[in-house]
């Protein structure tokens, strides 16, 4: 049976090089055929709205298609499919509360709506807990 390792983040997107770490650490997991739970609260709710649109570089003088500027939502939509590939399992829930309080509903597809109760649950559950916090 795989392991499972539960995340749980709070940084939104862009603001820090805390939640690209985040990224990469489930990444790491997903690779290892280690299962792994997501709760996002907070502003990494904000990790997985489809709203968010690439931009160009007016600095640099750069195009929307020469800057490829990654999106959050690009990088957890990949993290789906690399856990599908691999045959474990990504579950992804946003704090409901936080996704309210910032109108953060509109999602890729993949992660769902849950609450704290769903973080104590799969922290029970798991064979480790990471708690990724703001600074």
Not at 6 to 15: D, G, L, N, R
Not at 107 to 126: A, D, N, T
Request: hydrophobic residues 35%; proline residues 7%.
């Amino acid at each position: 049976m795989a392991k499972t390792l539960t995340i749980s983040i709070m940084e939104p997107p862009y603001e820090s090089a805390t939640s690209t770490t985040s990224l990469r650490i489930i990444d790491a997991a997903l690779r290892k055929g280690i299962n792994v739970n997501v709760f996002a609260y907070e502003g990494a709710v904000s990790l997985t709205i489809k709203d968010q649109q690439p931009h160009p570089n007016p600095v640099h003088g750069t195009s929307v298609e020469e800057e490829k500027h990654p999106t959050t939502k690009f990088f957890v939509a990949s993290l789906f499919e690399l856990a599908k590939e691999k045959g474990v399992k990504l579950d992804w829930v946003n704090c409901g509360f936080c996704v309210d309080e910032r109108g953060a509903g509109n999602w890729i597809e993949g992660p769902r709506r849950g609450g704290p109760p769903q973080l104590h649950e799969w922290v029970q559950e798991s064979d480790a807990t990471l708690v990724i916090p703001t600074k």
